[in-house]
């Protein structure tokens, strides 16, 4: 028994010591933590807190975008029929009215240009035999052998015959006008003409010989396209601006442009139009904006991708907050202020001035040095603001 109590006796020394260190490490680490704690609440909230400060704003929007030019031209036959011939390849260079392909037509197609042609024939022998019977009468009246009347008559038949070649003329020089020869005496399967609209460059060809296309007269949705030319002179950029970003640009606002093929190229641009309508993009509101490539050249090619960056509005010596303590709320701006108690902090409405992706100028509402939440306590834990669900929108896009 004494053997025991031997060792239960130094046991219980050293198991006092162990709680008496933990007691004074505990003590000590509270008194450490004391000296280090932030002032302002900051450790309460974890860091969730910004400050009212006296600084720099500068937009700069950055986006991306597709390389157009500025003309493009899609090509469609006016005729329904076969590709009989090709003469052009993408990238080969045209003047309007070049030819660019011939078209058999279809029987549909061969008909209509056969009733064209003996349209104008029959209105053009009509009109001449109208006219040599007018002609005839007017003498027969000056001789005194026909009356007033007859007269009449053989002039309103002179009239309707010129009327009636007036329109066959215009219906075959419209078909000329979209290639198709109307040659009386040709064959008809030969004459069909596709000619340049424009001068340019083939960027596309989208048919090869052999291949049956249809008609794009009815409408510009309708019929095949054959393929398309474009200006490469002119190149422009079109690119979509988010909603709250739109009214940082304007008309003729300069920009700096580069693409990935050439990282060290730089590019001017200039903003040649903002859409009127916006449109949706994923469930945010974009606007397009047209850029004019200032200073292009044959290296910019269609379908390339652009970066372009719009220095906006800068503005130094101002109040300014991070961006997410500011909310909007029923149509007005708020701050949540924290004035040293412990309730809980204070909404402030506020006037809020420029803005980039992390800083917003305040105009009225808050003082420098004051601290200022970067939640809004309403919702801590519950639902997103609208503020937030933009922002995650945004920043879902940008990732796309």
């Known amino acids: 028994m004494k053997r025991h109590l031997k060792w239960i006796v130094p046991a219980i020394v050293v198991l006092a010591v162990v709680v008496v260190v933990v007691q004074q490490g505990r003590r000590g680490g509270g008194e450490a933590n004391a000296q280090t704690a932030p002032e302002d609440g900051e450790t309460i909230l974890g860091g969730r807190t910004g400050v009212c400060e006296i600084g720099d704003i500068s937009v700069l929007l950055t986006e991306v975008g597709e390389i157009q030019p500025e003309t493009m031209v899609m090509v469609k036959s006016k005729i329904s029929g076969k590709i009989q011939s090709l003469y052009v390849k993408e990238g080969q260079t045209v003047h309007k009215g070049y030819l660019l392909a011939k078209v058999e037509p279809d029987m549909a197609q061969a008909r209509t240009v056969a009733s064209l042609k003996s349209g104008y024939g029959r209105a053009r022998v009509n009109m001449d035999r109208a006219r040599q019977d007018h002609e005839r009468d007017i003498e027969l009246h000056d001789a005194g052998h026909i009356s007033n009347e007859e007269l009449r008559l053989s002039k309103d038949d002179y009239d309707i015959a010129r009327i009636e070649y007036r329109s066959a003329f215009e219906q075959m020089r419209l078909a000329e006008e979209d290639g198709v020869s109307m040659d009386l005496e040709a064959e008809a399967e030969e004459l069909l003409d596709i000619l340049s609209p424009a001068s340019g460059s083939v960027i596309r060809v ?16 309708s019929g095949t396209t054959l393929m398309i030319i474009a200006d490469l002179s002119k190149m422009q950029i079109r690119a979509g601006v988010n909603e709250v970003d739109v009214g940082k640009i304007r008309f003729g606002q300069d920009v ?57 509005d800068h503005r130094e010596g101002i109040l300014t907050v991070p961006v997410e303590a500011v909310f909007k709320k029923a149509g007005r701006y708020v701050a949540y202020v924290l004035d040293g108690s412990e309730d809980e902090p204070v909404e402030r409405e ?23 939440t970067l939640y809004d306590p309403d919702l801590e834990g519950g639902e997103l603001s609208e503020d937030e669900e933009r922002r995650q929108r945004m920043s879902r896009r940008g990732r796309g």
């Not at 989208?206 to 949705?221: H, K, L, M, N, P």
């Not at 903003?271 to 994923?282: F, G, K, L, S, V």
């Not at 506020?350 to 200022?372: D, K, P, Q, R």
Request: hydrophobic fraction near 40%; avoid cysteine.
């Open 350 to 372: 506020v006037v809020t001035g420029i803005s980039n992706i992390s800083t917003v100028e305040i105009v009225e509402g808050l003082s420098e040095g004051e601290t200022v």
């Open 206 to 221: 989208d048919v090869e010989e052999g291949e049956i296309v249809t008609s794009g007269a009815v409408s510009y949705t």
């Open 256 to 312: 700096v442009i580069d693409v990935d093929a050439y990282p060290n190229v730089k590019y001017d641009g200039l903003i040649t139009h903002i859409a009127p309508a916006a449109r949706d993009e994923q469930g945010v509101k974009v606007f397009d904006v047209e850029i004019d490539i200032v200073d292009s050249d044959e290296r910019l090619r269609p379908g390339m991708t652009a970066n372009i960056e719009i220095q906006g």
